[in-house]
């Protein structure tokens, strides 16, 4: 029981799967055995679209749901993840395909994988969960439009040609080419759609995208159907892990992509977590953060190496695992094994589905995708948070995810620091303040303040997002006290920032000849002062346990005055 604390230290990298080995049960592995088969089916259809939407071949997205999916289990934090590819991606690997093609796939994938493991043992997972929900449904509702406008030419089975790459003018050319589209391809398309909705009228155990991908699949082979499939688009189906050429990498290579790198490994991490969140939710386990980004980053290294490509959590299939039963991480090792059969002994048969077939499954999943319930909640919110998400969303569909991460994660720090800052309050006392006793009954005691005496009483983390208070509690001063005792055990922490402002605040009561005294510095607080030397400058004998202490001092500061 001890061997994966030895060597996978918490909290960092703790496996789950490791963690549950010794209370593993034969009743618990019959459920994961079930659960992991449907979700390996759910995902086959999924896996394929996605890589075909991002500009790769189909076989590359089962690669890496049977590679990706097996690691994020194998070292996931949490015990129902799955993973494999992802629709978020699809925007990003799209544009880095046609660029770079697969070496730029591969390497953009590997770059992110090695940033998720590095966010993981700097302990960023518990942060990156608390993203705003604003920020979040304006991504997804962004990158869902994007996808679902991706599909159409496959949708309406519409000719090759020069198809732009903005929304708008996209399109417009859909608009223009319309008199062109294949009508087999739609029919088949409208059915693959009609058919993913309704099946869970019939059954939920067997899910409705397979069943539309096989029934479409043979009413195009038996009707001999003129519409695009994978084997006429994309040719042989490859079924075997191989180790991709790699002729062009270089440092400019890496330069380029480091921006679409970054991209995926915001979104996986966002991805991931809040489908951990959600999973923890429905079954009352807690998952492990940071295990989980450095297990993403595990399998984002190594899936590519494998032939694969960029991979996460998705939190459709994670749920379908949640709803048949998935008990532990093992349901996603079997959910891999499931795919792998079917690259291995059935591959073949994928060369026949329609591409419209995969088409109408995207459409589902962008529709999924879109939070358009959220999206209309948050419209009737407060003007803030209606106008990060409209920022969010624009940036995502009109600019590009490459602008919009970056800026989406400014918006967050920014609305982070004003959230702080309206629960921090610097209050300016002289006559009266409550005792350092009064918590400690209900009754609320008041200690006489000297005159020539005032405190300044703060409330909150004290930090660069609050100097205008200070200045602004300053002018309330009329005369100048002989000696301004700052309270402080309500500060939970100080940063460089705040330290400076502190000094800059004694220095100029020094200029007027009054004399700093601090009360009830929290031990944190105390040490970054004690590291700056602020507290060697200060005085010990001005540092007070108590308001009580405080007090004490000021009068006999004011005595020898």
Request: overall charge positive; aromatic content about 8%; some cysteine.
């Given at each position: 029981?001890?061997?994966?604390?030895?060597?996978?230290?918490?909290?960092?990298?703790?496996?789950?799967?490791?963690?549950?080995?010794?209370r593993?049960?034969?009743?618990?592995?019959?459920?994961?055995?079930?659960?992991?088969?449907?979700?390996g089916?759910?995902?086959?259809?999924?896996a394929?679209?996605?890589?075909?939407?991002?500009?790769?071949?189909?076989?590359?997205?089962?690669?890496?749901a049977?590679?990706?999916?097996?690691?994020?289990?194998f070292?996931?934090?949490?015990?129902?993840?799955?993973?494999?590819?992802?629709?978020?991606?699809?925007?990003?690997?799209?544009?880095?395909?046609?660029?770079?093609?697969m070496?730029?796939?591969?390497?953009?994938?590997?770059?992110?994988?090695?940033m998720?493991v590095?966010?993981?043992?700097?302990?960023?997972?518990?942060?990156?969960?608390?993203?705003p929900y604003?920020?979040?449904?304006g991504?997804t509702?962004?990158?869902?439009?994007?996808?679902?406008?991706t599909?159409?030419?496959?949708?309406?089975?519409?000719?090759?040609g020069d198809?732009p790459?903005?929304?708008?003018?996209?399109w417009?050319?859909?608009?223009?080419n319309?008199?062109?589209?294949?009508?087999?391809?739609?029919g088949?398309?409208?059915?693959?759609?009609?058919?993913?909705?309704?099946?869970?009228?019939?059954?939920?155990?067997i899910?409705g995208?397979?069943?539309?991908?096989?029934?479409?699949?043979l009413?195009?082979?038996?009707?001999?159907?003129?519409?695009?499939?994978?084997?006429?688009?994309?040719?042989e189906?490859?079924?075997?892990?191989?180790?991709?050429?790699?002729?062009?990498?270089?440092f400019?290579?890496v330069?380029?992509l480091?921006?679409?790198?970054?991209?995926?490994a915001?979104l996986?991490?966002?991805?991931?977590?809040l489908?951990?969140?959600v999973?923890?939710?429905?079954?009352?386990?807690?998952?492990?953060?940071?295990?989980?980004?450095?297990s993403?980053?595990?399998?984002?290294?190594l899936t590519?190496?494998a032939?694969?490509?960029?991979?996460?959590?998705?939190?459709?299939?994670?749920?379908?695992n949640?709803?048949?039963?998935?008990?532990?991480?093992?349901?996603?090792?079997?959910?891999?094994?499931?795919?792998?059969?079917?690259?291995?002994?059935?591959?073949?048969?994928?060369?026949?589905?329609?591409?419209?077939?995969?088409a109408?499954?995207?459409v589902?999943?962008?529709?999924?995708?879109?939070?358009?319930?959220?999206?209309r909640?948050?419209?009737?919110?407060?003007?803030s948070?209606?106008s990060?998400?409209l920022?969010?969303?624009?940036?995502?569909v009109?600019?590009?995810?490459?602008?919009?991460?970056?800026?989406?994660?400014?918006?967050a720090l920014?609305?982070?620091?004003?959230?702080v800052m309206?629960?921090?309050?610097?209050?300016?006392?002289?006559?009266?303040?409550?005792?350092?006793?009064?918590?400690?009954?209900?009754?609320?005691?008041?200690?006489?303040?000297?005159?020539?005496v005032e405190?300044?009483q703060?409330?909150?983390?004290?930090?660069?997002?609050i100097?205008?208070?200070f200045?602004?509690?300053?002018?309330?001063?009329h005369?100048?006290?002989k000696?301004?005792?700052?309270?402080?055990?309500?500060v939970?922490?100080?940063?460089?920032?705040?330290?400076r402002?502190?000094?800059?605040?004694?220095?100029r009561?020094?200029k007027?000849?009054?004399?700093?005294?601090?009360?009830?510095?929290?031990?944190?607080?105390?040490?970054?002062?004690?590291?700056?030397?602020?507290?060697?400058?200060?005085?010990?004998?001005?540092?007070?346990?108590?308001?009580?202490?405080?007090?004490v001092?000021?009068?006999?500061?004011?005595?020898?005055?």
């Open positions: 029981m001890g061997f994966p604390t030895l060597i996978f230290p918490a909290p960092m990298f703790n496996p789950v799967l490791f963690s549950l080995l010794g593993y049960t034969r009743k618990t592995f019959l459920s994961d055995l079930v659960s992991g088969a449907i979700v089916i759910v995902a086959l259809p999924l394929i679209a996605f890589a075909i939407a991002s500009g790769v071949p189909p076989e590359v997205g089962l690669i890496t049977v590679v990706a999916g097996f690691l994020i289990s070292f996931g934090g949490s015990r129902v993840q799955i993973g494999g590819p992802s629709g978020a991606f699809i925007i990003v690997l799209a544009g880095v395909s046609a660029q770079f093609g070496e730029g796939v591969v390497v953009v994938s590997v770059m992110a994988g090695i998720l590095a966010m993981g043992l700097l302990k960023a997972g518990s942060i990156i969960q608390f993203t604003p920020i979040v449904v991504f509702s962004g990158m869902a439009l994007i996808i679902f406008s599909q159409m030419k496959e949708f309406f089975g519409l000719p090759e198809i790459a903005d929304l708008l003018p996209k417009i050319y859909y608009f223009r319309i008199h062109l589209a294949n009508w087999n391809a739609v088949v398309g409208l059915t693959t759609v009609l058919i993913t909705v309704y099946w869970a009228r019939v059954t939920r155990r899910p995208s397979l069943v539309a991908l096989v029934l479409t699949t009413a195009v082979q038996a009707f001999r159907l003129p519409v695009a499939t994978i084997g006429s688009t994309f040719g189906f490859g079924a075997s892990l191989r180790v991709p050429d790699l002729p062009g990498l270089n400019d290579l330069k380029q480091l921006v679409p790198a970054f991209t995926i915001m996986g991490s966002l991805e991931s977590l489908s951990a969140v999973a923890d939710g429905a079954t009352g386990y807690r998952h492990r953060p940071n295990t989980e980004l450095v993403q980053g595990i399998a984002n290294i590519p190496l032939g694969g490509m960029a991979a996460s959590g998705a939190l459709a299939k994670t749920m379908t949640v709803r048949n039963g998935g008990k532990t991480p093992v349901a996603g090792l079997i959910h891999a094994l499931v795919l792998s059969g079917f690259l291995v002994f059935m591959g073949r048969l994928a060369m026949m589905i329609p591409l419209a077939s995969l109408g499954i995207l589902i999943v962008s529709y999924n995708m879109s939070e358009w319930r959220s999206f909640i948050i419209l009737k919110s407060s003007k948070e209606l990060v998400l920022t969010t969303f624009l940036l995502t009109f600019v590009g995810l490459d602008i919009a991460i970056p800026f989406g994660i400014i918006l920014v609305l982070f620091v004003r959230r309206e629960t921090t309050d610097i209050e300016v006392l002289k006559h009266e303040v409550e005792s350092e006793r009064s918590h400690l009954s209900e009754d609320t005691e008041t200690l006489d303040i000297p005159k020539g405190v300044f703060i409330k909150g983390p004290f930090f660069f997002g100097a205008n208070k200045e602004e509690a300053e002018k309330e001063i005369e100048i006290p000696v301004r005792i700052i309270r402080m055990r309500r939970p922490f100080i940063d460089s920032t705040g330290i402002n502190l000094r800059s605040f004694v220095n009561s020094k007027h000849r009054t004399q700093t005294v601090l009360s009830g510095v929290t031990d944190k607080t105390l040490e970054a002062l004690k590291k700056d030397g602020f507290y060697e400058e200060l005085g010990p004998e001005n540092f007070c346990s108590t308001i009580e202490c405080a007090l001092r000021a009068r006999k500061i004011i005595g020898k005055s």
